[in-house]
């Protein structure tokens, strides 16, 4: 073999290897917020600028426990609320705080804080290293393909989650926002438990959807665990 062959090989083989680094699961980065929440808003727009980096599937899940204070949340659904409270045990919380920030249900942050945000997706896509760690998702032509892979132990839950991508302006008229108009983005309109994955390879068949929403669909640990494996529309 030549030297130049050699090098024209070498070359093509780095290309190949870069090419597989950037081809990376996705890493979902969950925002529990209230329009209720004074300190919410620093979070949001935290949200708004990891929403379109590759490989990122950011969720904007409003909450329901700060509606005493006089404003109910437009988008706030006991779903929500009730998922993140899931998840305080697992992550060593006693209870739900906002703005919190979840990335692959393995680790949390205040959601104000950017630079603890993007380190836990730094994090996540390192330690990914643009390999799938749980089953292979596919949707389209109105189903969900998962593909065969180990489960945890009684196996993992599958989630159907319905958001409008793209940020929304809201006007807040009472509580601690009074005044303010608040971006939110990929809000998150639906959450619905579809079954569960034992490690077999199947097929689902996703319900029909309306309202110019997108949809996710989460393969997760049960219990507020980890997200295993992801995949969206």
Request: with cysteine.
């Amino acid at each position: 073999m030549t030297g130049l062959m050699k090098s024209l090989l070498a070359g093509a083989m780095l290309a190949a290897m870069m090419g597989a680094a950037t081809a990376q699961p996705l890493t979902v980065v969950e925002l529990f917020t209230s329009q209720g929440c004074s300190s919410c808003p620093p979070a949001n727009a935290n949200l708004i600028k990891v929403k379109d980096q590759p490989g990122v599937l950011a969720l904007s899940f409003n909450v329901t426990y700060w509606d005493y204070l006089g404003w109910k949340d437009t988008f706030g659904r006991k779903e929500f609320t009730d998922r993140q409270v899931t998840y305080e045990p697992p992550l060593g919380h006693d209870g739900p705080f906002t703005p919190q920030v979840v990335v692959n249900g393995r680790a949390d942050t205040v959601g104000a804080r950017p630079g603890e945000i993007q380190g836990l997706i730094a994090q996540s896509q390192i330690a990914k290293g643009g390999v799938t760690q749980g089953p292979e998702l596919s949707l389209g032509n109105g189903k969900l393909s998962i593909g065969a892979g180990k489960a945890p132990g009684g196996g993992a839950d599958i989630w159907l989650v319905r958001y409008a991508r793209g940020v929304v302006e809201v006007p807040v008229a009472r509580g601690e926002n009074t005044g303010r108009t608040l971006p939110h983005a990929n809000v998150v309109h639906a959450l619905e438990k579809l079954g569960s994955w034992n490690g077999q390879a199947t097929t689902l068949p996703l319900p029909a959807t309306g309202g110019g929403l997108s949809t996710a669909v989460l393969v997760q640990t049960p219990g507020g665990g980890p997200i295993l494996a992801a995949a969206t529309n």
